[in-house]
């Protein structure tokens, strides 16, 4: 419902305050300016596709990693912390589940023998590939520690 016609932008009538001012003129804004940038874009949004779901999600999924206390989901699905079980230890992510991830994101061989190769002086690795990047440390005491991204 239109309140106010384009041409009585200008006119203002009285000493009603900031609000009797404000609200004809904000009013007339919104008529005047036609379908917002913003109901536009809600209606494609509504009839397209939604987003596609991350290869790290899926494979968060299909490797039974829900709930898990050793590996977090981040940035919507497009990254994954897993942390390792510690050497003679049983707490923390079986090194099967965490193989099952990077299978799942098709890890480079070569980037897999960086990360078993890893140190406790080593401190932070980093590798990439297609769409995904890790970075890892390993610690005895701690495990193997890998963060996953994968880029939309």
Not at 29 to 58: D, F, H, K, M, N
Not at 63 to 91: F, Q, R, V
């Amino acid at each position: 419902m239109v309140l106010f016609r384009c041409d009585q932008f200008n006119r203002v009538r009285g000493n009603a305050g900031w609000a009797a001012v404000l609200l004809p003129v904000v009013m007339t804004l919104v008529a005047c300016a036609g379908p917002s940038a913003a109901s536009t874009q809600t209606a494609s949004q509504t009839t397209s596709s939604p987003p596609p779901e991350s290869v790290i999600l899926r494979a968060s999924h299909s490797c039974h990693l829900d709930g898990s206390a050793y590996a977090t989901l981040g940035d919507g699905g497009y990254t994954i912390t897993m942390k390792g079980e510690p050497d003679g230890k049983t707490t923390g992510l079986p090194v099967k589940d965490m193989a099952c991830v990077l299978k799942a994101v098709s890890v480079p061989d070569s980037v897999v023998s960086q990360m078993d190769s890893t140190r406790a002086l080593d401190g932070m690795q980093k590798a990439s590939w297609d769409k995904f990047a890790a970075s890892w440390t390993y610690h005895p005491d701690n495990g193997l520690r890998i963060i996953l991204t994968e880029s939309k």
